[in-house]
């Protein structure tokens, strides 16, 4: 069974452009969360998705924001993008529920710099 | 929201048992702590989850008293491919939503 599958894996952004990277689960897992990781602040819960519905948000600012599709492919999205927003971008896919009761399965992540 | 602490670094040798422990509170009164390892450029990989007392699978086992203000993941007989960064999961309500709060993570350096 495939994993899950993160694109791009590396980008490279101008302050104020926006951002859209994409993750695709591991087949049949309807649930996708999406995580920032940072040498500072670690890793950061920004949103899970279920079914093509946000049930849960991180405390990130509205420029963060994401989508999940019927075939639960998901996307997420930065716009205006500010030099702190460099970090590794995780997804994870997990079968059912709420991320935490479930087994996770991580991507590779997409490393994206803002210069 | 909850709040995790965890020891930055270890240092074992081989063959050796680890316990790394993750103190939390405010954690949800009815979800399951979760354990991940990760590698440098590598997602994070789950080791092991639980809800009280003592969960064993085939890499660890984690203990989780009855408080449930911390757990204790414990691996045994590490090998040096035992290195790497293990974090602790949790969830909790706030701000109106529901979080899910990773700790900072615990470096393991396992010496030959």
């Known amino acids: 069974k495939a994993g899950v599958t993160q694109t791009p894996r590396y980008l490279i952004k101008t302050r104020g452009q926006q951002v859209t990277l994409s993750c695709s689960p591991i087949s049949g897992h309807r649930s996708v969360s999406w995580y920032q990781q940072t040498p500072g602040q670690g890793l950061q819960f920004l949103f899970e998705y279920f079914s093509e519905t946000q049930r849960n948000k991180g405390n990130f600012p509205g420029r963060f924001s994401g989508r999940q599709f019927s075939n639960s492919r998901s996307e997420m999205n930065v716009s205006t993008l500010e030099l702190g927003d460099s970090a590794l971008y995780l997804c994870?896919?997990?079968?059912?529920?709420?991320?935490?009761?479930?087994?996770?399965?991580f991507g590779p992540g997409t490393r994206l710099t803002v210069t | 929201l909850a709040k995790t602490t965890q020891p930055i670094s270890m240092d074992s040798y081989e063959g050796q048992e680890v316990n790394i422990t993750c103190s939390h509170n405010n954690i949800a009164t009815n979800d399951y702590i979760t354990w991940y390892q990760q590698f440098p450029s590598q997602g994070p990989r789950f080791i092991i989850q639980g809800y009280k007392t003592k969960v064993t699978n085939e890499v660890a086992s984690l203990f989780i008293p009855a408080d449930r203000k911390s757990s204790t993941l414990s691996l045994p007989r590490v090998s040096l491919s035992d290195t790497a960064v293990y974090y602790c999961l949790v969830g909790s309500s706030g701000a109106g939503s529901y979080q899910l709060t990773f700790g900072k993570g615990t470096k393991l350096s396992v010496i030959p």
């Open positions: 994870a896919s997990s079968s059912d529920g709420l991320a935490l009761r479930y087994e996770q399965y």
